[in-house]
């Protein structure tokens, strides 16, 4: 018969030996050379280490621009690719599709298929065997836009296409003409109907419900106390010259909506000769598959 005798085992060797075993595989990245085990590092075929932070950004511009040869970063101007089983340990599911998208439409594009037509808006591509055929039908998910065949803009059927510009550019002429016209406007404080001062004092009766209210301030008062000499700035004045108020606040109100439109890029607008002048120019193809990558890259 045998007795099992309990064994007391000292383990404070042994972690300190894994510590030091640990410390051997601490890795500089190539890139941004601060420390990282080695399982968490990415390989090139020439051993280069990166680790996966320095690796995600590097792909996401590649990618963004459009570029799918991720390849080695090193110093060295090694310059090989990174293996797709590298590429996906570090890779997330929105940079990998996007990584096989671009990939395949580089190997399309080398193809060179007879009738091959390409969205304007993203990177899909179909054969489009009618030549009669005047729309783009993208079937990316991510897109889904219809497009015209000829100006590569949205499907703008029934106009031809050198109206659509013509219609964007009234548009904005209309977005800024109804901003000069609201800046004529008041609205009373309590009903909200909307008037127009054509003369008289600054204290307005609301034609609807009747309250008082400041033209200049358009806060609701209760009667000539709201308002002071003209020598008093604290106070509102009853009297002013209504058409420089106006013209004023018309100008006013034109150049806020015009610096607002022409925060987009395609939007030009100027005002001479008491008129509104403005073009519209849509972005070319290039420019929206750019935007298209870039906005697929930072989902």
Request: net charge neutral; aromatic share 8%.
């Amino acid at each position: 018969m045998f007795t099992l005798t309990p064994v007391q085992v000292d383990y404070s060797d042994s972690e300190e030996e894994q510590r030091w075993l640990l410390q051997q595989h601490i890795i500089e990245c190539g890139c941004c050379f601060d420390s990282y085990p080695l399982d968490k590092m990415i390989q090139c075929p020439e051993a280069h280490l990166f680790c996966k932070s320095c690796m995600s950004s590097y792909a996401s511009n590649l990618l963004g621009e459009h570029n799918h040869n991720i390849t080695c970063m090193d110093q060295s101007g090694c310059g090989l690719l990174f293996p797709q089983s590298q590429l996906e340990r570090f890779l997330t599911p929105t940079l990998l599709d996007l990584y096989h998208r671009v990939k395949q439409l580089k190997e399309v594009e080398a193809a060179r298929l007879e009738n091959l037509e390409e969205c304007p808006f993203c990177d899909y591509k179909c054969i489009i065997e009618d030549k009669t055929e005047k729309l783009f039908r993208c079937e990316n998910m991510a897109c889904g836009v219809v497009s015209c065949q000829k100006c590569k803009n949205p499907d703008h059927a029934p106009k031809s296409c050198k109206e659509v510009p013509t219609d964007k550019e009234l548009d904005i002429q209309h977005t800024v003409e109804e901003a000069m016209s609201r800046a004529l406007m008041r609205n009373c404080p309590k009903c909200r109907k909307a008037f127009i001062k054509e003369r008289g004092c600054n204290k307005m009766a609301c034609p609807n419900c009747r309250t008082l209210s400041c033209y200049s301030c358009r806060k609701v008062i209760d009667g000539y106390d709201h308002f002071g000499p003209v020598s008093d700035k604290s106070k509102c004045h009853l009297w002013d010259e209504i058409e420089k108020r106006h013209a004023e606040e018309v100008e006013g109100a034109a150049k806020k909506a015009i610096e607002k439109l022409q925060r987009d890029s395609r939007i030009k607008i100027d005002m001479h000769d008491g008129k509104i002048h403005a073009k519209y120019q849509f972005l070319s193809p290039m420019v929206r598959k750019l935007f298209f990558y870039k906005t697929a890259t930072a989902a």
